[in-house]
């Protein structure tokens, strides 16, 4: 028996909300009546909790793929302990302080998934770095979205790709004759205006051979359609083409500067060719290697005996030659083949 009115100011707070004091004093006797302690756990046990669900939270960061589902994960068992703690308490009088535990919980998988971003970021970092060696930027971030195909590649595939071979003609006679520093700026400003427009028609390079260039088209993607064929063909002559005009205004540029003008040789191909990552335990490259190469390197080669600066095969003329002016050039039996080769120069558009 006891005051419950509010002018007594007999008003007690408590965990579970306001009570008139003699209501608390109540609920005390009745607890002691049937004997419905709270009981804690033992110390040990609150121990083993935090380091189990530390040792949880670490195996979920590093062994679940999703980084959604982790975070998800992570969340839902804050909110479910919360729900346990109070299941314990209302129904068994059990008090579990899992403020700790459940900080520890918490605590471990956002530094393991800050950790996991962290390292992804430097990877795609180190990843994007490598393939700009090879890749226009546009091309490195697609393949950034779904780099699984640049790995496959990597191990060896087989791809229909377009390449393209070009080479300074006279070169090795001009090195004897010309200041090294001035060879060197001049070959420099040359490739670089070389790759510039292959990185413009979304190629790639594939590599340096002096100041021979080797650009490729298609090493990366599946097996494609004749629609991405003749797409390919007509970026890799539109780029041959581009070459062409810019060495002109090169050309025109060095001769003002008392430097000797340079011509080139430029073979367009397309076939099939093995692509990889390719070399030794000390250095690889990637690469592709196969007839097609081979083909595409003797045609480069053939434009010294036919008086031009550009031959294509004909599986490339096929698909290009609704958008640009071709002229045969010769039935040619080439090395290593069996059958003769028709191959073409490009006018122009």
Not at 87 to 93: I, M, Q, R, T, V
Not at 146 to 174: C, E, H, N, Q, W
Not at 283 to 304: H, P, Q, W, Y
Request: glycine content about 8%; hydrophobic content about 45%; aromatic content about 10%.
């Amino acid at each position: 028996i006891g005051p419950a009115s509010r002018q007594s100011q007999d008003i007690k707070k408590t965990s579970i909300g306001t009570l008139f004091g003699v209501q608390l004093h109540a609920h005390t006797l009745a607890a002691l009546k049937r004997g419905d302690f709270l009981n804690y756990p033992a110390l040990k046990w609150r121990m083993a909790l935090l380091f189990a669900l530390i040792l949880a939270a670490a195996f979920l960061v590093f062994l679940w793929p999703s980084p959604m589902i982790c975070m998800g994960t992570l969340i839902g068992g804050v909110f479910m302990g919360r729900v346990v703690q109070l299941l314990a308490f209302n129904h068994l009088s059990l008090v579990l302080p899992l403020a700790v535990p459940l900080t520890g919980w918490a605590f471990t998988g956002f530094i393991g998934l800050t950790y996991d971003f962290l390292m992804e970021r430097k990877q795609k970092q180190a990843f994007y770095r490598a393939i700009t060696r090879y890749f226009s930027a546009d091309m490195s971030a697609e393949i950034l979205k779904d780099p699984d195909d640049y790995y496959k590649a990597l191990k060896g595939a087989s791809r229909t790709i377009t390449l393209i071979f070009s080479d300074v003609r006279g070169f090795t006679s001009m090195s004897e004759s010309a200041e090294p520093a001035d060879l060197v700026r001049q070959l420099n400003e040359y490739l670089d205006a070389m790759v510039r427009i292959v990185y413009r028609h979304r190629g790639s390079i594939d590599k340096f051979i002096g100041d021979a260039v080797m650009a490729v088209w298609g090493r990366l993607r599946p097996p494609s359609d004749e629609k991405t064929l003749v797409e390919e063909a007509t970026a890799a002559v539109s780029a041959a083409i581009d070459m062409r005009e810019e060495l002109v205004v090169l050309n025109l540029d060095w001769q003002s500067r008392g430097m000797e003008a340079l011509a080139f040789g430029i073979g367009v191909h397309q076939g099939d060719a093995i692509v990889g990552d390719i070399g030794s335990s000390q250095r690889t490259e990637f690469t592709a290697i196969g007839d097609t190469v081979n083909s595409a390197s003797r045609l480069e080669s053939a434009t010294k005996q036919y008086g031009v600066d550009l031959l294509i095969s004909d599986v490339v003329r096929q698909r290009v030659a609704d958008q640009f002016i071709c002229r045969t050039a010769d039935l040619v039996k080439v090395k290593g083949k069996t059958h003769p080769m028709e191959i073409f120069t490009v006018i122009g558009r």
